[in-house]
Antibody, heavy 117, light 111 residues
């Protein structure tokens, strides 16, 4: 069974940093592109960042460029999102998703990030 | 990149059919046959219902179907059931730089 399990969310002050992790199982992680997608409270889905299967190519939504860094460790079947200079409008549930370039066929349960003083 | 445009809400009675539209531009929906649809129940993660415009993943009922014409994609749900009540999001590939863009979501109410 394909599973994605996010962790690392929590409460952080504006300007602070947080690193999210997503542990994958049930599929060949090293052969799959991955993405982070977020959802602010009561709002819709927003794509955040994507990374190729090898990790050699990364992509970011404009509002995250320069602040967020996506990475992966294929030896540990784990995806990461390093978030710096966090703002109140970054408050959201962050989902990791298996990315088939055009659709996301498997999603984690999400981890809540709250940016507040 | 602007979000794709979806109606905020639609409703239907059990057994009826409904259609949710998703309007993009010639840079996303109109350029790629890579439109997908997601169902999200409250407090749950999204679930892929349709991919590549009109393909259903294994396990998704054939009551769900997708189509596209020009810059507008559509999701049709036939034989509405109470458990179809959820939020639905469309998504389109938009090229390697932008990657994907989502619609704002449509709340489906089964009366």
């Amino acid at each position: 069974e394909v599973q994605l399990l996010e962790s690392g969310g929590g409460l952080v002050q504006p300007g602070g940093s947080l690193r999210l992790s997503c542990a994958a199982s049930g599929f060949t992680f090293s052969s799959s592109a991955m993405s982070w997608v977020r959802q602010a409270p009561g709002k819709g889905l927003e794509w955040v960042s994507a990374i190729s299967a090898s990790g050699g190519d990364t992509y970011y939504a404009d509002s995250m460029k320069g602040r967020f860094t996506i990475s992966r460790d294929n030896s540990k079947d784990t995806l990461y999102l390093q978030m710096n200079s966090l703002r109140a409008d970054d408050t959201a549930v962050y989902y990791c998703a298996k990315d088939r370039i055009g659709d996301f066929d498997c999603w984690g349960q999400g981890t809540l990030v709250t940016v507040s003083s | 990149q602007s979000a794709l445009t979806q109606p905020a809400s639609v409703s239907g009675s059990p057994g009826q059919s409904i259609t949710i539209s998703c309007t993009g531009t010639s840079s996303d929906v109109g350029s790629y046959n890579l439109v997908s649809w997601y169902q999200q129940h409250p407090g749950k993660a999204p679930k892929l219902m349709i991919y590549e415009v009109n393909k259903r993943p294994s396990g998704v009922a054939n009551r769900f179907s997708g189509s596209k014409s020009g810059n507008t994609a559509s999701l049709t749900i036939s034989g509405l059931r109470a458990d179809d009540e959820a939020d639905y999001y469309c998504c389109s590939y938009a090229g390697s730089t932008i990657h994907v863009v989502f619609g704002g979501g449509t709340k489906l109410t089964v009366l």
